[in-house]
């Protein structure tokens, strides 16, 4: 999860940098962005930039990759970091005409 958010969610203006947290943490991550089906900005370490969703993380002798939607699979030892590409979706504020 990124860092920062007190409802233990991702939070809009953290980048996670997988020097950082590590690459297990960092694994955990695209786990859970998987889940949540949203889309990540994602930081190659050659300086490539994109959005897009994960679709899954799956392990080949050895090596993690982050299989995405709309772009080739990435080996994540290639990403430098992520974030989230979308504002949290909340519920929208009471009607006060219903108090």
């Known amino acids: 999860m990124f860092a920062g958010d007190p409802r233990g969610g991702w ?4 980048r996670l940098e997988q020097d950082q947290v590590g690459s297990c943490s960092f694994v955990d991550v695209l786990e859970e962005a998987v889940l949540v089906k949203r889309s990540v900005a994602i930081e190659l370490r050659d300086g490539t930039t994109f ?8 392990t080949e002798s050895g090596q993690d ?3 995405f939607r709309s772009h080739a699979r990435v080996p994540v ?23």
């Open 77 to 99: 030892r290639d990403i430098a970091a992520a974030t989230r590409a979308e504002p949290p979706r909340r519920p929208p504020p009471p009607d006060p005409a219903r108090r």
């Open 11 to 14: 939070d809009v203006m953290s």
């Open 65 to 67: 990759f982050a299989v």
């Open 51 to 58: 959005i897009d969703q994960v679709t899954d993380v799956t």
